[in-house]
């Protein structure tokens, strides 16, 4: 039997991040997205961390102090990202059923309304080569995992379970993980064009019902 939900975290608790840890935060994410950025457009080998701090408006110093390279610079996104997910599930209604509100949490982030990156096939095909340098793979790894801990730490917040004693929470977390990264395995390589969004729409539906057979 799944765990009964209890109300969601409110925004104020004690531990969130200050206005200093704000800041560094938003100097990672900053220096994350220009990697990204110049990756894509410009291919692996191409992109220094010169230019990369240029891009963010830092210094290259600035850049070392967060990051060893331009691997770990672009797998922080993803942490940030599901750091994101984890702060906006715990804003859901606390009545809102779980994997509605992971859903809605996933969709916000991973496919917002507003994304004003651009989504043409240069784009995709960008992406796709970033994703497939080997250097980058060991850092998606472990952002992968700290990412899940953090997923899970809000889980079980959200439905009252262990976060050290309980596998719930962090099956789930794993789970979304897995799920989101089959979208967007889906909406980069499809040979039609899927939108994110549809993608993330479709497997969620399908984690929501159990996976059933088709």
Known sequence: ?????????????????????RKKRETRVAL???AIKLCVLHGWDAVTVDQIAAEADVSVRTFRNYFAGKAEAIA???LERMHQVADDLLERPAGEPLWDSLLHAVLGRFAPQDDSAPQNERWREGVRLMLAEPALAGEIVKANAAAQ???????????????????????????VAAGSGVAVERSLRAEASVPLGAALAEVFEQLAAGLPVP
């Open 149 to 175: 801990q953090e997923l899970a730490r809000a889980v079980a917040l959200r439905t009252g379970t262990d976060l050290e004693h309980d596998v719930y929470p962090h099956l789930v977390a794993a789970v």
């Open 76 to 78: 922080a996104s993803h």
């Open 32 to 34: 994350s997205r220009a």
């Open 1 to 21: 039997m799944a765990p009964a939900e209890k109300t969601a975290g409110q925004p104020g608790q004690p531990g969130q991040p200050g206005l200093r840890e």
